[in-house]
């Protein structure tokens, strides 16, 4: 059996990829998979694990994140 990515949800039967931002407290990625496929979401929210891991061990003044509206 393979591991469950625990950042994939899934709300109205789409999977979304969710993650916390470091060091900003109750910020949030939250993006859709675009996909009702689990697997499909799997592969999909490995590719932004890493994107993820290597964008938050970048200087915090290069990551970005839009306000909250």
Not at 57 to 68: Q, V
Request: charged share 25%.
């Amino acid at each position: 059996m393979l591991p469950q990515c625990s950042h994939i949800t899934k709300k109205r039967g789409v999977y979304y990829y969710r993650r916390r931002v470091p060091k900003s407290p109750g910020r949030e990625v939250v993006l859709s998979l675009r996909t009702r496929v689990f697997r499909v979401a799997e592969c999909l929210a490995t590719g932004l694990d890493q994107e993820f891991g290597m964008r938050a061990s970048l200087p915090s003044r290069t990551l970005r994140t839009a306000p909250n509206s």
